[in-house]
């Protein structure tokens, strides 16, 4: 099976710059995109294509892609980035997978 | 602006069937392959399945092959899942999502607010 790789939590003063990274075997050929997700509200896709932002997500979150590994970084974060972020691969075979998910806590 | 709104979730017994429906508006439906993801009550994301522009392909997760089906309707702009044989694993907030516009990229970039399925008895 195919699986991605993120650390269950990730905590960040406010205006630090927060990092998660994915890992996965064989991510190394495939685009990574990112996830946002807050209780209650619709998941919103803050990074696709590896380093692409979608029209109206800040310009403080970057993503990056090398070897089997992916990052999302939050530059300055805010209190309101505080939630959950998930990376997504997809491949031919395994279709598309979904990592862990790791929760930012803003503190 | 894209909205997609889920309906058709609740309490359901193991082993009874149920159908949700994603409405969709504000841009070409029938242009778009569309999913339904879930996520479990304390799990993580899981993708579920996935429809062509024209309904023509669908692909499902391992875990509800022969049990869930995906269809659409582009004349009214309506998004389905008929789950059937449901089991305790199948409890989740499920999720419409649209398809990305790029065949060799594909991710989701729309997504529903989720409808809520309980299978109980």
């Known amino acids: 099976s195919y699986e991605l790789t993120q650390p269950p939590s990730v905590s960040v003063s406010p205006g630090q710059t927060a990092t998660i990274i994915c890992s996965g075997n064989i991510l190394g050929d495939k685009f990574v995109s990112w996830y946002q997700l807050k209780p209650d509200q619709s998941p919103i896709l803050v990074i696709y294509e590896d380093s692409q932002r979608p029209s109206g997500i800040p310009e403080r979150f970057s993503g990056s892609h090398s070897g089997d590994s992916a990052t999302l970084t939050v530059s300055g974060t805010q209190t309101l980035d505080e939630a959950d972020y998930y990376c997504q691969a997809w491949d031919r075979s395994i279709h598309w997978v979904f990592g862990g998910g790791t929760k930012l806590t803003v503190l | 602006q894209v909205k997609l709104v889920e309906s058709g979730g609740g309490v359901v017994q193991p082993g009874r069937s149920l159908r949700l429906s994603c409405a969709a508006s504000?841009?070409?439906?029938?242009?778009?392959?569309m999913h339904w993801v879930r996520q479990a009550p304390g799990k993580g994301l899981e993708w579920v399945a996935v429809?062509?522009?024209?309904?023509?392909?669908?692909y499902y997760a391992a875990s509800v092959i022969g049990r869930f089906t995906i269809s659409r309707d582009n004349s009214n702009n309506a998004l389905y899942l008929d789950m059937d044989s449901l089991t305790n694993e199948d409890s989740a907030l499920y999720y419409c999502?649209?398809?990305?516009?790029?065949?060799?990229?594909?991710?989701?970039?729309?997504w529903g607010q989720g409808i809520l399925v309980s299978v109980s008895s």
């Open positions: 429809i062509s522009y024209d309904g023509s392909k669908t």
């Open positions: 999502a649209k398809a990305s516009p790029s065949s060799s990229s594909q991710f989701f970039d729309f």
């Open positions: 504000g841009f070409i439906f029938s242009d778009f392959g």
